[in-house]
């Protein structure tokens, strides 16, 4: 049957109809759902923490005791979801301690308290910004700056309380006044760089003198006393870590013993280094990837000049037990040992005023906590001193703890 062209017009218009019909139904079908737009990104996190310690010294070069407490308040801005820099972090932090000083019992001279402080202050302790570059391969850091957060820190000698499990003691008893180590930090600029997810390279130059805004004598001045130059490189493949470390100041320290013809002390170089060793024991708790392992074992050394602090080395070691108690899933055990080595020129000095020294310090420390709220640990802690070094007459120091921590985080 032949078509008019009138049959042809309204075929047509029927088939372009029906496309049309077509090309709507698979639009409707196919188009993406309506995208609800996302919260704002929260840019502000505030955390804090409570530490309340009682401190029992049994024997040593008195008996008694002693409470220790420390507070700690800190914010971090990230300044990408707040201002759009990208890469960017701000952080302060301030602490306050109002407690007392058990290891004015127990007579050591590396300490028995990772909170004691030697006055009773309220301080900035860090101020710093951070900027992350190249995907995350190289920070920058410039600020007021806890030097062990990255520098001779071994992460599973985290939960013991004796201060030499935090930095080797031959550093920690340099400078002017100390490094910028707790409790008081000091104007630093950091570099670190990770080559490859499993190595890392990180040097920092640190003001000499320590001081920050709420100490007696507030900021120490920049560079007066020279500056501390330090650097770690190491590798964190399979949740170990392999590192090595080597300080010296820019300026000459004060001998400890040598002096001139006018009587003024000689000045001698300050320097030295550490290697650091943490291993993996046994597979995740859970058997998550991302769980922390069943143990962790650490082995750190270091060694010193001797020339400027009563140091010439020291050594730590120990073990970091994830889930010690089957029941009870935050649990953990820890298990230290440490010997500080004195200097000659140290046990000379002492020797000649009527308190001779031993050539050595020893510590061993066990302690057990467990996180029986979100916001409450409890930690039970004892120690053993072998030797201690502010109390020459007596042959050992016996301590007792028990801490409290009330920790909270808020991102704003």
Known sequence: MALRVGDTQVLAAGLAAAVLGAQSVRAEDTAPPAV???????????????IVDAVGVARGADTGLRYVDLATLTAEVDLEAAAGWRGAQFVAEAI????????????????????????????????????????????????????????YSNEAAGLLIAPAFGIGSELAATGPNGPAIFPSTALTAEVRIAPSPD???????????????????????????????????????????????AWTYTRRQDDI?????????????AQGGYVLLEW?????????????????????????????????????????????????????????????????KYRLNESEAGNPQRAAETGVEITLADALADWLTVQADAQYVRNPGRAPGVRDAVIVGLRFTFAFSQTL
Request: charged fraction near 20%; proline fraction near 8%; aromatic fraction near 8%.
């Open 199 to 245: 190595t890392y390279a990180a040097f920092a130059v640190v003001n000499a003198e320590a001081g920050v805004l709420g100490d007696a004598g507030g900021m120490a001045p920049l560079l007066k006393e020279g500056a501390l130059l330090i650097g770690e490189g190491g590798w964190t493949g399979g949740a170990g870590k392999v590192a090595l470390g």
């Open 280 to 344: 993996p024991v046994g597979g995740p708790v859970d058997g998550e990837p991302d769980a922390p392992h069943r143990a962790s074992l650490f082995l750190r050394a270091g060694i010193s000049d001797g020339d400027t602090t009563p140091y010439r080395g020291g050594w730590q070691a120990g073990i970091l037990v994830n889930r010690p108690l089957p029941a009870r899933p935050a649990s953990q055990f820890s298990l230290g040992l440490n010997q500080a080595f004195l200097s000659d």
């Open 96 to 151: 306050a301690g109002t407690g007392q000083r058990p290891n004015d019992l127990a007579g050591t001279m590396q300490g028995i308290n990772n909170s004691e402080v030697p006055d009773n202050r309220v301080k900035l302790y860090q101020f710093y910004l951070a900027q992350s570059l190249a995907g995350g391969a190289v920070m920058l850091r410039a600020g007021f700056i806890d030097l062990n957060a990255d520098f």
């Open 257 to 269: 013993r040598l002096t001139d013809a006018d009587g003024d002390p000689r000045h001698a170089r």
């Open 36 to 50: 609800e737009p996302e919260p704002p990104a929260r840019a502000v996190t505030v955390s804090g923490e409570y």
